[in-house]
Every structure is written in structure tokens, then in C-alpha cells.
């Protein structure tokens, strides 16, 4: 059993229970976590707590000498950490799909965009009847990316402003319709007026094409716009598991997501209450004992140091591992 929503789509993607090691160091650890068909899920923490490495193993696409060192990420029940690279090149392209951090560089510059196209159409000749039609199919997605078809298609990569490539990039994942599409930090190197266009992009992607969203932030004012189910990561283990509500208004909370939220200066109003998380994420070789938080944690008990608190979910699905926050639960179940 994972970590889901009684009530959501069916399960699209399956984390269970995945550990990602590179080395001695546990990028992620025990992870569950279900994302359901035509959900928006945001991946928040700060740097260093595996966001990234997480994201990158939803396509089996950890670099290495990272490994899986246990579990496993399924999709649509088949597992995607046990495929094929033949399977992995066809799944990557047409069922999930990613656009890096920073794909202002993840575009072929001795191409042009249009020759890219062509490139991924020629390699996956059953996308489309004809190439003419994934032809046509690029230009609706260039629509929906807000970028004239004319002007995009015979463009090299150093033509286009970093918010044209982050939109080209997107438009590229999105062609050979996966069903869902992963971004890590896809707003972050972002102008203001480019984080605003993607943002509005990822939501007409979500409305029109029912694209699964699921994206990597540490921009918690975009998690409260776009996401439906929160899951929050600190030093490679998630911590809380809700929705948006249970996340920023929720009466029991993880106290580092607690945290997170009152650093976002939109949140609170008066700039002299914005709080910064006092410490650091600790050294992944080097954890505190218990409670990985626990140092860094106002609401810290004794207890809280003798072993890692376990994610515990309510009847809605909404998990916290911490023992302070989980006292008040009532009919607590224990996630594995
Ligand atoms: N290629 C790598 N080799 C060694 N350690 C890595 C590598 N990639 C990530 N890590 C380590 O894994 C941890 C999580 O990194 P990452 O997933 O990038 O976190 P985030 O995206 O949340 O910033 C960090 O401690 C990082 O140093
Ligand atoms: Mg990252």
C-alpha cells in the first residue's frame, strides 16, 4: 500500500517504498507516494532533500553512479524501474515525460527546433498517422505555449530568450502526448513575466490536454497556485503528504512544512515576521539520530531523537511523520 487519496483518479504513478543511493548517501529514502490520473502534485523542501533526484526516478533517469537500492516507481501498475532501455526510450517519450531544471539548456543548440521535432517524430513513427499531422499537432502545442508557429520552428536555440526556451521545451515534452509530464523547478530562472506565462501554461495543459502535472519547487507561492496534493521532502524522506488546505491551513502539520510556509514572504504580510528556517538540511551522511528535523525543530521532544517518526496517515490520506504533530490524531493508521 502507498500513500494515496481515498476519492482520487486511479493511480497513474506509484512510488513504493523507493530508496535512491549514490554511494553511502541516501538522495532519497523509503518513499511512497501515489500520484492519481490528472492530478497537479508539487515536490517541495529545500535544496539538497532529493526533490530533483525523486523526479529524475519517476523516469528511471537518475544519473549515475546513483542506483535504486530499493522499491520501486510503477506506472499504470507496470514498473518503470525495471524496464528495458528499448522500453524506457519509448515510455520516457510518450507516457511521462520531463523538462529539466534550467532547460534553457536542455535544447539541442545545433538544431533548430523544427529538426528536433522532426527528429523525435522520425524515431516514434506510430505517434501520429502521418508526420504532417505530428507536424500540426506541434503547432497546437506552440499555441498553448504562447509562441508564434512561424517563428519558433526555423529558430536555433540561441535565438530564443530563456523564457521562449523554457516554453519550447515544454511544447517538445508534450509531443508525443504523455499523460503526464514532470518539471523540476520549472519556473525558477524565471523573470517575473515568465513565471506568470508558465505558470498559465501548466494550467491550460492540465485543463485542456488532462496532462498529470507533477513538479519540483522550492517556490512555495506557486505550490499554492497550481497544485492540488502537496508532498514535502526533507533530507530525502517525505515528511507531509496533503492537499494544498491540509498544507498551508491545516490544524495538524509537519513542522517543517509549517516552516517552509511562513518563509514565503506573500504569506506573511509583514516582512518582519517572514521567518528563515534557523540551521540547515543536515549532511546525508551524517544524520541526527531520530528525527532527521529534530534539531532544527521548535516543537522538539527527547523522544523525537530516539527514532525516525513514521508517516502517518488519516482517513483523507493526509500523512504527517512527526510524533508531536500525530498525538492529536484520532484513528491514526500507520503507512508503511
Ligand atoms: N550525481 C550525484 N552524485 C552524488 N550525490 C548526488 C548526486 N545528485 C544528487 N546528489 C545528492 O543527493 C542529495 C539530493 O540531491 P537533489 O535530489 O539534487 O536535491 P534537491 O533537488 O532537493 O536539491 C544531495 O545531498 C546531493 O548532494
Ligand atoms: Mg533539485
Known sequence: ?????????????????????FGRLRAVEEVSLTVAEGEVCALVGESGCGKSTLAYSLLSMVPPPGVVSSGEVRYRGRSVTRMSRKQLNEFRAADVAI???????????????????????SSHPDAFATAGEGRE???????????????????????????????????????????????????????????????????????????????????????????????VMYAGRLVEVGTVDEIFYGSRRHPYAKALIEAIPSVVRDEA??????????????????????PRCELARPACAEAEPPLVSDRDGHSVACYVANEMLERAVVAP
Open 1 to 21: 500500500m502507498t500513500v494515496g487519496r481515498e476519492g482520487a483518479g486511479p493511480a497513474l504513478i506509484e512510488v513504493d517504498n523507493l530508496t535512491v543511493s
Open 99 to 121: 523538462v529539466f531544471q534550467a532547460a534553457m539548456n536542455a535544447l539541442n543548440p545545433v538544431l533548430t527546433v523544427g529538426r528536433q521535432v522532426e527528429h523525435i517524430l
Open 137 to 231: 499537432y506541434f503547432e497546437r502545442l506552440l499555441q498553448l505555449v504562447r509562441l508564434p508557429p512561424g517563428g519558433v520552428w526555423g529558430s536555433y536555440e540561441s535565438r530564443l530568450s530563456g523564457g521562449m526556451k523554457q516554453r519550447v521545451a515544454i511544447a517538445i515534452a508534450m509531443l508525443l502526448r504523455p499523460s503526464a509530464l514532470v518539471l523540476d523547478e520549472p519556473t525558477t530562472a524565471l523573470d517575473v513575466l515568465n513565471q506568470r506565462l508558465v505558470i498559465d501554461i501548466l494550467r491550460d495543459l492540465h485543463e485542456t490536454l488532462g496532462t498529470t502535472i507533477i513538479f519540483v519547487t522550492h517556490d512555495l507561492g506557486l505550490v499554492a497556485e497550481m497544485a492540488e496534493r502537496v508532498a
Open 273 to 294: 515576521l517572514i521567518k528563515s528556517i534557523p540551521g540547515q538540511v543536515p549532511n546525508l551522511l551524517d544524520l541526527p539520530r531520530g528525527c532527521r528535523f529534530g
